[in-house]
């Protein structure tokens, strides 16, 4: 059994959540928000009867020593998250991007090195079925080699939440899909 903590409860933790109820040996033992209110009221929403909840990750960390933290915190909080996982010798599942600035994302980096810990970034979209055949389709050789890609990203006026403080937001958050 993996014993996981999830970090940040807003409204991404809800896909985290879903998909972690269907993981066969995976058990989300606690979670951590800045509001401690949301992480309860998301614990009772999800029926985590038992998760530890709090609102300081250490000290969460220090109480139930889990495997993993599952990272779903803003990007400018991220660092912070992956030093405190990798302090406590847990591997880190993250949201994208990996971090809001290439200094704090060498810091990730280098620190899941020297813990010796895994640090992934989700990246869901890259196994949606209709992109899997699309590469299948390419790398079958059907159409010959492609020379070129055209690609419309849409976009509604407003991300809302912390994206609208992102100066680049497509580069930075949508670019990795």
């Keep these: 059994m993996i014993n996981a903590v999830l970090v940040g409860c807003g409204a991404m933790s809800k896909a985290w959540l879903d998909a972690a109820q269907q993981v066969d040996g995976l058990a ?24 530890v909840i709090g609102s300081n990750l ?30 406590h010798n847990c591997h880190l ?7 809001d600035s290439p200094e704090n994302a060498r810091a990730i980096v280098e620190a899941a090195r ?14 949606v079925a209709n992109v899997r055949r699309i590469r299948r389709f390419l790398d079958s050789g059907a159409i010959g080699a ?7 990203f849409f976009v509604a006026p407003h991300f809302g939440g912390f994206r609208e403080e992102m100066t680049h937001v497509l580069l930075l958050d949508m670019a990795v899909h």
């Design 93 to 99: 599942l993250t949201e994208k991007p990996l971090a």
């Design 28 to 51: 989300i033992v606690g979670l951590v928000d800045l509001d401690a209110d949301r992480a309860r009221a998301r614990a009772q929403e999800y029926g985590l009867t038992n998760a």
């Design 58 to 87: 250490d000290a969460v960390l220090d109480q139930i020593k889990p495997q993993a933290v599952f990272d779903v915190v803003v990007p400018a909080a991220r660092r912070a998250v992956a030093l405190s996982a990798f302090a």
């Design 146 to 152: 492609p020379t070129s890609i055209h690609a419309d």
């Design 114 to 127: 020297r813990a010796g810990r895994i640090h992934a970034v989700v990246q869901n979209r890259r196994y």
